[in-house]
């Protein structure tokens, strides 16, 4: 790894594209809130939940590179990885995703014992549950959705050292977020999926009728679920202003893609589901600690 490095300049570059770096912080975005929300406030577990999480991520991403590296070739989309290209070795790849993994695992370890298990947990069913699923079922989209949603979970346990009522209702907002999220990526990259013999969206008549409903039917069963927070009085009002409107404006591009079966509308859900999740999952945390001070102020 040493020789790489020195020869090619562009080795952080590499690294980053090969560990899905955008990918690893959006995850620990989403940690951050459910350890936020769970009520945790010390900067020194917010900085190993950040870096220990975006590690063992970013070993999970290397993994499924390596995992696919033959594969990966074959599409247009993840053609000009590291490793179809060459700018790095599999043996550096497996000695980057090792480390990573254990340093990161370490990182989680110092928070407690179950965010070392979660952590490891996500990693296992991700590279070698979900990975090799790919290629076999569309019901690799059911059980990555597992190892997606462990975020908002890891970081409420990070913050409650338990696996409670609040930590899973976090991962299962999360978990049902995971359907329309991936489908509509699924849409845009049919094509490109298909030549790596990868069919994951729900219909086996690929981008149909069927598969946009399924897609319909899992983003309008988001309304409720998001608004659960609030059922349970832990949050106030605006989060059930904020999570009904970003829902149903949700469910609505939902909509428009059963109706149009476009790509260009699978697109425009693909992105509103990057935006959807943090701003759902920081209005609880928001929101939370803003209900508790109007409560607290209610008894005085």
């Known amino acids: 790894m040493a020789q790489e490095i020195t020869s090619n300049p562009n080795i952080l570059k590499i690294i980053l594209v090969f560990t899905k770096f955008r990918l690893s912080f959006l995850v620990v975005i989403s940690a951050l809130s459910g350890y936020l929300f769970a009520g945790g406030a010390d900067l020194n577990i917010i900085t190993l939940l950040m870096v220990g999480g975006s590690f063992v991520t970013a070993a999970s991403n290397g993994a499924n590179q390596i995992w696919e590296k033959d594969i990966d070739k074959l599409m247009k989309r993840t053609e000009n990885r590291p490793l179809p290209q060459g700018q790095m070795s ?26 070392a298990v979660l952590g490891v947990a996500a990693f296992i069913s991700y590279v070698f ?11 690799a989209v059911f059980v990555g959705a597992f190892p997606g ?23 299962f907002v999360q978990f049902t977020w995971q359907f329309p ?24 008549q690929g981008k149909s009728k069927q598969s946009a409903f399924q897609i319909l039917l899992y983003s309008f069963a988001l309304i409720p679920f998001s608004l659960i927070p609030w059922l349970l009085d832990w949050t106030g009002n605006t ?32 992105f509103a589901s990057f935006v959807y999740l943090p701003i759902i999952q920081f209005t609880y945390v928001f929101d939370k600690a803003e209900h508790i001070k109007i409560l607290s102020d209610g008894f005085i």
């Open 239 to 270: 989060t059930f202003v904020i999570a009904a409107l970003l829902g149903i404006m949700f469910f609505l591009y939902a909509y428009k893609l059963f109706l149009s079966q476009q790509d260009a509308d699978a697109r425009k859900l693909m």
């Open 149 to 171: 949603a462990i975020p908002p979970l890891l970081g409420a346990i990070a913050a409650t050292n338990e696996f409670g009522f609040l930590p899973g209702v976090l991962f």
């Open 181 to 204: 999220h991936f489908w509509a990526i699924a849409w845009v990259t049919h094509e490109d999926y298909a030549k790596a013999g990868y069919h994951l969206l729900p219909s086996a």
């Open 90 to 115: 599999v043996n550096t790849a497996y000695l980057l995703v090792i480390s990573l993994l254990i340093v990161g695992t370490f990182l989680l370890y110092l928070i407690n014992i179950r965010c």
């Open 129 to 139: 549950i979900y990975t090799p699923m790919k290629s076999r079922s569309s019901w």
